[in-house]
């Protein structure tokens, strides 16, 4: 009876056992189904899906995931819709779509959201300004402790955006963005050591800022960020915080294009456009820019539409340029508003069309008035150039001594605050008399205050007066040094100019090595006289092997930048059957 009783009570025992585990399981269950309810549900599985896709570099998959979780109202979802339209990665290029969903997190709180939204108020591609809102949206971000939007806070800050202009607090801004990981906010801060905005001049500080902006951008890009490509490929085509590179260049603008992203298809038309394989290839640069010039991008219909209009190298056709010209305008480009001005004004292929012509020109004048109002310098500087354009139909002398004055009033307050490179723009003002009258005495003193400051700009601006022997300030031997250091500092014009005085003595001994090496160096970069110079060396055989296939890519090259002496030698050799 015992044993029996035992074995009774084992049996009930192992029943609430097995009761108990199908409870727990069950429980289990119903928790995993909640879980998966409340992850589709707030769209978080879609997210995930998204992401995924995001960073495989497959957009339109991407697109559709984010578009079901932002259906459910998830924000990260609606940032990341309004990021690939800005990008257009897997959709046509759309800033109003973008702007609309970045609206929609950036209320529900999306930091991201926020700063995309401050960046494209902050004049994104040409859109209208609101410095105000910006700043506003760039705070929210950063009381979040978003890193890039830090750093646009820094940036309001160093330029005196809806803000004080204040050099420290951007600079502290920028150093607190870069601690979180912001490669942007290092390229600031190079920048910022490089003009000499509220900090000594500094190129050993300027270059090892970027070379940690350049080891975050390549973490980034390794873990499939596009930005971050597209932030790759520009430093080393613009040679800024390292030399020109222009294979490493087109490694990240072939990757962009691989993956459908216009900035790559846009890198790789200018090119072909520059020549910078050594060879010019304008159609190709046309099927890349008409490739995302259908798909609205308004900077690849401004290219297409120059080309078509300039017609070099390609058929030339007027009506679709301007179709192309227009569409751009439509999309916030204020070039293509000029140059829309001038055609109707001109009746360059068109009828003459004052009214067109007036109309494109209130647009512009409109472009940088609006940012003008809101303490942009550089704005007030394109105003007082506009008003001053006697072709203009809009022409107002007294305006553009207005905006002038009003330029020049920013600029003496930036020196005030310790900008040396606003030490050398008013001398630029005093050099070619921009609202004033032109006093070279004058502009030769502010470019040395600045040069020897270490400002490249005004090393290279006053070495070009030292160098001018029929100028009374001719001094060659200081003309080559202040040359050679804004040559250093990696300065394209002044990479050629300093190979010219090493060709022809001028402060040195004459030195055909280094002609070669600094216009070979500049020509890296495009600079259309350092093409037609390195032309000229492979036509005469002067320090190279003469070479006329080589002599006829610069020449052409350098044609194609509107060196005339260059088309003109160019078209000489075509005529003589050299080429």
Known sequence: MINNGIAETSIVENKKKRSMGKFIIGTALVLIIIALGFLFFTGKAFMFIADGYYKAHKFPESVLYYEKAASLGNSKAQTGLGMLYELGAGVEVDIEKALKFYTEAANKGDAEAQNRLGDIYDGYEGYPVDYKKAFQLFSKAADRNYPDAIMNLGWMYLNGYSVDLDYNKAKELFEQAAKKGSAAAYCQLG???????????????????????????????????????????????????????????????????????????????????????????????????????????????????????????????????????????????????????????????????????????????????????????????????????????????????????????????????????????????????????????KAVDYYKQAADKGHYIASKNLAYKYTDAGSKFYNPNLGYKLMKYASECGNADAMNRFGVLNYKGEGTESNIAEFIKWISKAADASDANALYNLGQAYYYGVGVEKDVIKASNFLERAANFGNKDAEKLYFDMKNKGEI
Not at 283 to 303: I, N, R
Not at 381 to 395: H, P, V
């Open 191 to 441: 920048d910022m050591y490089l003009e000499g905005r509220g900090v000594q001049i500094d190129l050993k500080k300027y270059r090892e800022y970027y070379s940690e902006a350049i080891k975050i951008y390549e973490k980034q890009a390794s873990e499939g960020e596009v930005e971050a490509l597209n932030k790759l490929a520009n430093i080393y085509f613009g040679g800024t915080g390292v030399d020109v590179d222009n294979e490493k260049a087109k490694v990240y603008f072939d990757e962009l294009m691989k993956i459908g992203i216009p900035a790559g298809y846009k890198g790789m038309a200018f090119f072909n456009y520059q020549g910078r394989e050594g060879k010019v290839d304008i159609q190709k640069a046309v099927e890349l820019y008409t490739a995302v010039a259908d798909k609205g991008d308004s900077e690849a219909q401004y290219s297409l539409a120059n080309l078509l209009f300039d017609g070099k190298g390609i058929e030339k056709d007027i009506n679709k340029a301007i179709d192309f010209y227009k569409m751009a305008a439509d999309n916030y480009n204020v070039l293509a508003c000029k140059k829309l001005a001038a055609i109707y004004l001109k009746g360059e292929g068109v009828v003459k069309d004052s009214t067109l012509a007036e109309k494109y020109e209130k647009q512009v004048v409109e472009f940088y008035t609006r940012s003008a109002e809101q303490g942009n310098a550089d704005s007030m500087y394109q105003l007082g150039i506009f008003y001053g354009t006697k072709e203009n139909l809009l022409y107002d002398a007294k305006k553009s001594a207005e905006y002038y004055k009003k330029y020049t009033e920013q600029c003496n307050m930036q020196i005030q605050k310790g900008s040396v490179e606003a030490i050398n723009k008013v001398a630029v003002i005093y050099d070619k008399g921009l609202g004033t009258t032109a006093d070279i005495q």
